[in-house]
């Protein structure tokens, strides 16, 4: 990666030319697709997306039209130079297995959704077991990376994380986000048509951090902190806590596309002031 900023899933990534765009036009060291499926999906009705205090919440119910139907976009942008790395979500780890190897050609990783319910109803992430077994079908298969993306509805995320470390994870993504609900005092019924959502933006961040904070300290594998990155200076903190890298997301919608441009200049004006020559030098500098 030309540099540490990354377009987290689900965020202009529905078409080969929106990432093509946020990594030439935008400046993303790389981007992340919207995560894929076997089957397509229609999601959920909307409303989807809402703005609230500090952030946003989705329930969006992972809409994508099938890696099949995803690889043209895929290849298009392998031959554009564009660094992109494929989400992937499933409701078993077949699934999981047989999306990864299907997009595995044409990325240069595959980051595995785990925030997706299995049969029985339970989010791969939040089960040590589950978790473990995704990330080892996968790796057992794949010689690019694969990351797997965390999700903080849980009472302990090192030991997912640790679940993951074992099975030989080359990244942590942390997190996705948290499960959360808005009510119409008017309507005096939910606002998102699936009820709960996904929290995002500038209100997770500190749980991010948090929880970056807590796996860097157990775990020994490279971290990319995800959640409210708006400026460069959300970026080191994350560094601070022990990630490598950031993925963002909600900031996109409020500070265009050439976010990922203003925060690596941001970053850059950070290190200079405090006089330090690259990020290697502050990651995991607040344990
Ligand atoms: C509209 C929307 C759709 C999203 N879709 C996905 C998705 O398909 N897969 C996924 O792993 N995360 C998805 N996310 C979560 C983001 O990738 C990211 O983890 C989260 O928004 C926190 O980062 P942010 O605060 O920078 O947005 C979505 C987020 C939003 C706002």
Known sequence: ????????????????????????????????TKSLSVEAREGHKNPTVIEIEEGLLNAVGLANPGYKNFIKELKYLKESGVVVVA?????SISEYVEVACGVAKYADAVELNLSCPNVEGKLFAQSENLSYEAVRAVKSKLKIPVFAKLTPNVTDIVSVAKACEEAKVDALVVTNTVKAMKIDIYAKKPVLANKTGGLSGRCLKPIAVRCVYEIAKEVDIDIIGCGGVFTGEDAVEYFLAGAKAVQIGTAVLYRGIDVFKKVCSEIEDYLRKEGFESIEEIIGLAI
């Open 1 to 32: 990666m030309r540099n540490p900023t990354i377009l987290a899933s689900g965020v202009l990534s529905a078409s080969g030319a929106a990432l093509k765009r946020v990594y030439f036009e935008g400046g993303a060291g790389a981007v992340v």
């Open 87 to 91: 989400s992937v979500f499933g409701k």
